[in-house]
């Protein structure tokens, strides 16, 4: 690429001025830095209008005071008129996806820490079960949060019990749980210490985190642009639970902070209110008329992993868009071609596609995206809340309930735990039974273990569905998420009939020898700097 030639194009003052806020001042690419969200998102709102050269644009109308270097002040003003004249007069929502910022929650519950998680164009990380032992206290309280429809209630007291039970339950375990794995996995030589702690306290934790209920308290780090913060406003502010709804506000009040201009129609009365009123009024009549459509049809009993829709000819579709960008035929003509090879011709067409991964980082292109899998799942809510942060595929969850059961490892029984983990399972589903019965179903969840199953689909095209069931089927991931991965892997294969399809997933690990996942949890720990 040319460069610019920084004598035309600036004198002296100029650059003296540009430095602090670009990567450099004489190339055509370039990074802009130490600039407020605003100014950067009304900067190239005003690009896309203006002949200038960025670098330019923002020495003429954005830097104020003149050329006084690096202390000169950055128009953000001005930036906050110009953004909200854009996104107001013109309706250019794509303005709001300029800027972003980093946001901070701690202290939420599971159930809330699912509901922030569900926007597409956001990122997540949130606090592990399998690395962090919740059995510190917060004030002498265990982790977990007691819903405010709850709070000054006669509910309040058993509900407390019965999670401090559950707490305690937990806690007591941790230490036989590591002698059991300790004794089961012996330290082998050439492991340090540090490696093999965190491989034993990793599944002592995997383990036992079916106790902990959906109240737990988790932290979640949260990066978007204005526009992803402004949707996830937008449905927090309408959901039914207080927790959520006071996390939006909260979440709100601390983005005014930092990118104001952003988020100026969140809680205006014609424009964020009324969204959010559509968004409550939409889920109310549609919860009605489900309780009226469906009274009385029982959920028959199912298996982990169901594949309830596939295109039959779904492969041959993805050898077509192969195809598509290496010719000049039109798409229904190559499929039609495609119809008409060999088998033979086919595989070997798939293959070259394909081509040699070398690690299940190296994915092929959009073809794979021309056919899609839907799989109803019945997992433990561990696994849910792990696969549900995959935010490209399509997935929609129902309401934790008792009504499909709890999992239980083998491993409970092997360290003595059955029966307090038994005991728990029931003493929380019959608070929740009570909270439904006086009026709180919409909370009744925050009761449930880990260990109850939830019900929830996954729809994903094959690209996607490569990158999740390869990820999610290492050896060191959690048993839980992993049976299901596995499961749609074999129902790519064996129900769609997709066997190229689910060949070209070569990293999926199918092993449930433990030792693949002490290997798998000894290079993450080393990964990790762990001595």
């Not at 002949?51 to 644009?57: E, F, G, H, N, Q």
């Not at 290492?474 to 129902?491: D, F, K, L």
């Amino acid at each position: 690429m040319s460069e610019v030639s920084a004598t035309t194009e600036f004198s002296e003052d100029e650059r003296r001025a540009l430095e602090p806020y670009f990567t450099n001042l004489d190339r055509p690419v370039f990074a802009l830095r130490n600039l407020p969200e605003v100014v950067k998102a009304a900067l190239f709102a005003r690009y896309s209008r203006s002949p200038k050269s960025l670098r330019r644009l923002f020495l003429d109308e954005f830097l104020d005071d003149g050329l006084g270097g690096s202390t000169a002040a950055v128009g953000t003003e001005r930036s906050e008129r110009l953004f909200q004249r854009v996104l107001s007069d013109y309706g250019d929502d794509s303005v709001a996806q300029l800027g972003g910022a980093h946001v901070a929650v701690e202290g939420a519950s599971n159930v809330l820490t699912k509901a922030l998680e569900w926007g597409r164009l956001m990122a997540y990380l949130e606090q592990s079960t399998r690395y962090i032992p919740y059995t510190d206290r917060d004030d002498g309280a265990w982790r977990y949060v007691v819903p405010a429809e709850i709070a000054d209630s006669p509910l309040a007291q058993p509900y407390r019990d019965c999670l401090d039970r559950a707490f305690e339950t937990y806690a007591r375990w941790i230490d036989p749980a590591l002698r059991y794995f300790e004794e089961r996995f012996p330290r082998e030589e050439g492991v340090t210490g540090g490696v093999y702690r965190a491989t034993i306290r990793a599944k002592a934790l995997d383990v036992l985190r079916g106790m902990l209920p959906a109240a737990t308290k988790s932290n979640v780090g949260i990066f978007g642009t204005g526009q992803a913060f402004e949707q996830l406003l937008l449905r927090l502010r309408a959901h039914p639970l207080v927790e959520v709804r006071e996390c939006g506000d909260a979440i709100l009040e601390e983005l005014r902070e930092v990118i104001p201009a952003f988020l100026t129609r969140v809680d205006r009365v014609d424009r964020g209110v009324v969204w959010s009123e559509y968004f409550a009024e939409n889920r109310r009549q549609v919860r009605a008329l489900a309780d009226r459509l469906l009274a009385g049809v029982e959920a028959e009993a199912r298996p982990l992993v169901t594949l309830t829709d596939f295109d039959p000819r779904g492969e041959d579709k993805v050898l077509a868009a192969a195809l598509y960008s290496v010719s000049n035929l039109p798409d229904d003509a190559l499929q039609a071609r495609v119809h008409a090879m060999s088998h033979d011709e086919k595989s070997e067409l798939l293959r070259a596609y394909v081509g040699k991964r070398s690690n299940r980082r190296h994915r092929p292109g959009r073809a794979l995206e021309r056919t899609a899998y839907r799989f109803d799942v019945l997992a433990d809510y561990g696994a849910f809340r792990d696969l549900q942060r995959h935010r490209l595929l399509t997935l929609e969850w129902q309401r934790l309930s008792p009504d499909h059961g709890y999992v239980t490892s083998p491993a409970i029984a092997d360290i003595g735990a059955e029966a307090d983990w038994r005991r728990t399972m029931d003493e929380t589903a019959e608070l929740y039974r009570t909270m439904v019965a006086q009026g709180f179903e919409e909370i009744a969840p925050y009761a449930l273990p880990m260990a109850y199953r939830v019900r929830f689909y996954m729809e994903m095209n094959a690209r996607e569905a490569m990158h999740v069931i390869e990820l999610r089927t290492t050896p060191q991931g959690h048993p839980a998420y992993r049976e299901v991965c596995q499961a749609m892997h074999r129902a790519i294969a064996d129900d769609a009939g997709h066997r190229a399809i689910a060949d070209a997933m070569v990293f999926v690990d199918h092993s449930a020898a433990e030792e693949g996942r002490l290997e798998g949890e000894r290079r993450s720990a080393e990964k990790r700097g762990i001595d």
